[in-house]
Nanobody, 120 residues
Framework: QVQLAESGGGLVQPGGSLRLSCAAS????????MGWYRQAPGKERELVAQ???????NYANSVKGRFTISRDSAENTVYLQMSSLKPEETAVYYC??????????????WGQGTQVTVSS
């Protein structure tokens, strides 16, 4: 069981920046990968950024060069620094914990989400 708590969302102007935080209830080294997803109204949830327990980072092509994922293992926390935000990136951003394969099932957990609104 992993509980995830997101924070840091809010209203920002186009071109602005926000930093999202995700605090996990367990050591992030016991989690295969931590990631951020987002879902805009009427659209499918999409992967934004991910970091594995080994530190490998993966980004959606649309955010490369603008977003940075990082972690603080002492605080069991993963961050997403977002820069040069665009209005079309308005969405609910969700933290995800990918536990990998547990037995015959792939197990993952989700936070409740934090709203990011990019508007002037």
């Amino acid at each position: 069981q992993v509980q995830l708590a997101e924070s840091g969302g809010g209203l920002v102007q186009p071109g602005g920046s926000l930093r999202l935080s995700c605090a996990a209830s367990r050591s992030i080294f016991s989690i295969n990968a931590m990631g951020w997803y987002r879902q805009a109204p009427g659209k499918e949830r999409e992967l934004v950024a991910q970091i594995t327990s080994g530190g490998y980072k993966n980004y959606a092509n649309s955010v490369k060069g603008r977003f940075t994922i990082s972690r603080d293992s002492a605080e069991n926390t993963v961050y997403l620094q977002m820069s040069s935000l665009k209005p079309e990136e308005t969405a609910v951003y969700y933290c995800n914990a990918d536990m990998g394969w547990v037995g015959a099932k792939k197990l993952h957990y989700w936070g409740q989400g934090t709203q990011v609104t990019v508007s002037s």
